[in-house]
């Protein structure tokens, strides 16, 4: 499969996307020698398989569905189990993420992106059409607008996937992260949230800010709120005189530290990436949501639209 690169420019930012979820591949900021996330340099590795989801655009569903199901009206849904062959994760083994996706509008500054997903695909009821925009936003900022569409009563959650990487180390221990969360969703060994707990004690809690460990495995749900809201700052993630601020409307930040990254192909500037080599935030709605009456609501109904809008903007010091 030959897959495009679609670049756009502006405020000091240069980021390359492909139609292959919908994924940022690279991006670069003026005077800053590093690329700023993971990306392959042949593209069409990310079609083989290669890319550990690296800056797609994860659904319908992002993140985890416990046991690959959920009820809705009154009816069971069974999804695609591609996680542990028990769960579903990110939508699927045909999820978003691992789809084309056809350029709807490129222009200098902006892409935007388009797929429909059919009724019954995956398992998720409804046709649900999805736009992606990207655009170079002013002050250095990377601009993420999500909207989907539904025929039928369905559930919706889309991510913004990239490993963020900010000074071109082989790992991120060296990188410095706050997050304005009080509460995270701890996890059985399916990965699968059981509840919700305070972060005071534990290794979630990114409040004051701290260093990323760089080792072990964090991939972890942190509450920002209990519903989607109105744009505000929920992040801070800081390496080698680089800071990046994250925005979103979404009530949860996933945050995984690439534990289990080992590409097996060429990355950016030829790198390779191993464990750890970055650190994904993925701004979206609490896992397993609609298996949980007391997580923010995850339906979508026809004539309703889904918005999301997610930032990342950087400053040097």
Request: charge should be negative; glycine fraction near 10%.
């Amino acid at each position: 499969m030959d897959l495009n690169r679609y670049i756009i420019t502006g405020h000091g930012l240069t980021a390359t996307f492909t139609e292959w979820g919908a994924a940022l591949v690279d991006l670069r900021l003026d005077g800053h020698d590093a690329p700023l996330v993971l990306g392959l340099a042949d593209l069409n590795d990310y079609a083989a398989g290669q890319s550990n989801y690296m800056g797609a655009t994860a659904g319908r569903f992002a993140n985890r569905i416990g046991d690959a199901r959920f009820t809705l009206g009154g009816t069971t849904y069974h999804l695609d189990p591609n996680f542990q062959d028990r769960h579903s994760l990110h939508g699927g083994s045909r999820g978003t993420g691992k789809r084309v996706w056809t350029v709807a509008d490129h222009r200098d500054d902006s892409v935007t992106f388009n797929i429909a997903l059919a009724d019954g695909e995956m398992g998720y009821p409804g046709a649900m059409q999805i736009s992606a925009t990207f655009t170079c936003a002013p002050d250095a900022t990377l601009r993420i607008q999500y909207r989907a569409t539904t025929d039928a009563p369905t559930i919706c959650n889309l991510a913004h996937h990239t490993y963020w990487n900010l000074d071109g180390s082989n790992d991120i221990s060296g990188h410095y992260l706050t997050v304005k969360a009080d509460r995270y969703t701890p996890v059985d060994d399916g990965m699968i949230p059981i509840g919700v707990a305070s972060v005071a004690g534990t290794e979630f809690d990114f409040r004051a800010g701290r260093m990323l460990p760089g080792a072990g495995l964090l991939d972890h749900n942190l509450c920002l709120s209990d519903a989607r809201v109105a744009l505000r700052d929920v992040a801070v993630l800081h390496a080698r005189g680089l800071s990046m601020t994250v925005a979103t409307t979404e009530p949860g930040l996933q945050v995984y530290d690439g534990a289990k990254l080992n590409t097996q192909v060429p990355g950016l500037d030829g790198r390779t990436y191993r464990a750890h080599a970055g650190v994904a935030l993925e701004a979206q709605n609490w896992p397993d949501a609609p298996n949980h009456d007391d997580f923010p609501g995850a339906v979508l109904r026809p004539g309703e639209t889904y918005e999301q809008t997610t930032t990342f903007s950087f400053e040097k010091d």
